[in-house]
């Protein structure tokens, strides 16, 4: 499945040290924008995900892709007030060819929904990979106890509910 993926969750799956199995599953393109707010205003802020994430890049597990304009969007991006990664992001997914934005930013999924935009956040990630058994339960279980800290509740308590854990 190819997805284009914003800063926030790819800094999260990466901060809860997820990011291995969901970068080995998916397709991920990345805006050029999101690599400069992931690896390059990570750096140099000394965050040691933005190396981690960087590497990643270099192995080709990430795709940097431009986003090009088209007056379609930038009318939309206008309207709606995006900025850096998240208006790269929509740009990108707008040109076609990917199922969904990987986001975790509840402001920009409120606009993808309202646009009828398909999106995935960190947990629905993981809970797509154990639907589609490239991950087992246990391991699914696992993995969200590592991005725990980094979602919300309900999120949590959602994903769990999903494939069939405790609530």
């Known amino acids: 499945m190819r997805l284009v993926m ?10 809860a040290s997820i990011k291995s199995v969901v970068v080995s599953n998916f397709d991920i393109s990345i805006p050029l924008e999101v690599r400069s707010e992931t690896v390059d205003e990570g750096k140099s802020r000394g965050y040691p995900d933005a190396i981690k994430i960087e590497e990643n890049i270099a192995t080709n597990k990430l ?3 431009t986003s090009r304009s088209k007056p379609n969007v930038e009318k939309i991006i206008g309207s ?8 790269a992001s929509l740009r990108l997914f707008m040109r076609g060819g990917y199922a969904a934005i990987a986001s975790d930013d ?4 409120s606009l993808l929904d309202g646009l009828g935009i398909a999106y995935m956040t960190p947990a629905s990630l993981l809970v797509h990979l154990m ?11 696992k993995y969200l106890e590592e991005i725990r800290p980094f979602i919300s509740d309900e999120e949590y308590l959602t994903s769990l509910q999903a494939i069939g854990g405790e609530s």
């Open 6 to 15: 914003d800063s926030d969750v790819l800094i999260k799956i990466t901060k």
């Open 63 to 65: 795709k940097v892709t």
């Open 106 to 109: 509840q402001r920009f999924i």
């Open 80 to 87: 709606l007030n995006l900025l850096g990664g998240e208006a």
């Open 131 to 141: 639907r589609q058994e490239r991950i087992s339960l246990a391991e699914t279980k």
